[in-house]
C-alpha cells in the first residue's frame, strides 16, 4: 500500500495515508482499538474494497488494473476468515469447508479426506454434517478458519480469528497459522488480544483512526513512514 487512504461519503478518513509492505512469506498482527480501521484495512487486502486514494498492490500488480478474471484469480489465491464468519448457512460444517477446493476442481478422495482431517484437527469432526445455526461461535469460528486455510492460500487473512475461543483453543488455531507460514503461506491477523500479541513475536501494524501509528521495527513485514519522509 502507498498512500492509501480510503473515505466513505459519510464518513472520511477512515484509512488515511496507510503505507505498508508485507513481503512474501511474513507474518504480522494488525491492532488498535474498536473501530480503528483493522477491517477496513483487511478488505483493501481481499480486495472487496478499493482505496479512494493511493496505490495498492498485491502480488506485485496494482490492483486497479487488474480485468475481472485476474481479480478472480487474485481472490482465489487469499484465504480469509471474517469477524463475522460468514459461513453459508444452507450448507453442512463439511460442505462449507470443502467448498474453496470445490471451486477450485478439487474434490478426489484425497481431498475429502483432507476436509476430514482438517475438520478432526479443529475440533468438528462430530459437527461436520451439522448447518452453522447449530454451531456455537467458536465452533463457528473454528470452521471459517478451516475453510480459509483448505486450499492452501498465499496469503491468509484473519479477522479477529480467536475473538470467540478461549485461549487454549486460540493458540491451537495461531499455531497453524504458524505452520501454514513455514509453508509459505503470507499471514495477516487482526486482533484485540494482548495475550497473542505478547505469545508471538511477529510485527505489529498498530491502527489508530484510520492511521499506522507506533510501528514496531518489522524483520518481515515492513511499514514506511510517508514516502517522502524517507
Ligand atoms: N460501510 C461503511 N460506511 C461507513 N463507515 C464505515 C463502513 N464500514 C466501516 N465504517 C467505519 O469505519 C471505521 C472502521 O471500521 P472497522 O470495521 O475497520 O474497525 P475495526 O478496527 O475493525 O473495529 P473492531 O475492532 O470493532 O472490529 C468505523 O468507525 C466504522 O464505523
Ligand atoms: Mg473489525
Not at 51 to 56: D, E, K, Q, Y
Not at 78 to 84: A, C, N, P, S
Not at 102 to 123: F, I, P, T
Not at 216 to 224: L, N, Q, W
Request: charged letters at 25%.
Amino acid at each position: 500500500m502507498d498512500q492509501v487512504s480510503v473515505d466513505y461519503p459519510s464518513r472520511p478518513g477512515i484509512i488515511r495515508n496507510v503505507s505498508l509492505h508485507l513481503p512474501a512469506g511474513s507474518f504480522c498482527f494488525v491492532t488498535g482499538p474498536s473501530g480503528a480501521g483493522k477491517t477496513t484495512l483487511l478488505k483493501l487486502m481481499f480486495l472487496g474494497l478499493r482505496p479512494t486514494a493511493g496505490t495498492l498492490q498485491v502480488f506485485g500488480r496494482d490492483v486497479a488494473s487488474l480485468s475481472r478474471d485476474q481479480r478472480a484469480y487474485v481472490r482465489s489465491r487469499l484465504g480469509v476468515v471474517f469477524q463475522d464468519f460468514r459461513l453459508i448457512e444452507h450448507m453442512s460444517i463439511y460442505d462449507n469447508v470443502a467448498l474453496p477446493l470445490r471451486l477450485a476442481g478439487k474434490d478426489s478422495q484425497g481431498d475429502r479426506d483432507y476436509v476430514r482431517e482438517l475438520l478432526d484437527w479443529v475440533g468438528l469432526g462430530d459437527h461436520a454434517q451439522a448447518k452453522p445455526e447449530e454451531l456455537s461461535g467458536g465452533q463457528k469460528q473454528r470452521a471459517a478458519i478451516a475453510r480459509a486455510v483448505i486450499n492452501r492460500p498465499a496469503v491468509l487473512l484473519a479477522d479477529e480469528p480467536t475473538g470467540n475461543v478461549d485461549d487454549g483453543i486460540g493458540l491451537k488455531l495461531l499455531r497453524l497459522f504458524e505452520e501454514l507460514n513455514k509453508l509459505g503461506t503470507t499471514v495477516v491477523v487482526a486482533t484485540h488480544s494482548e495475550s497473542l500479541l505478547q505469545r508471538f513475536e511477529y510485527p505489529t501494524l498498530r491502527l489508530k483512526q484510520g492511521q499506522l501509528v507506533d510501528r514496531a521495527p518489522a524483520a518481515g513485514a515492513v511499514a514506511e513512514q510517508e514516502r517522502g519522509a524517507l
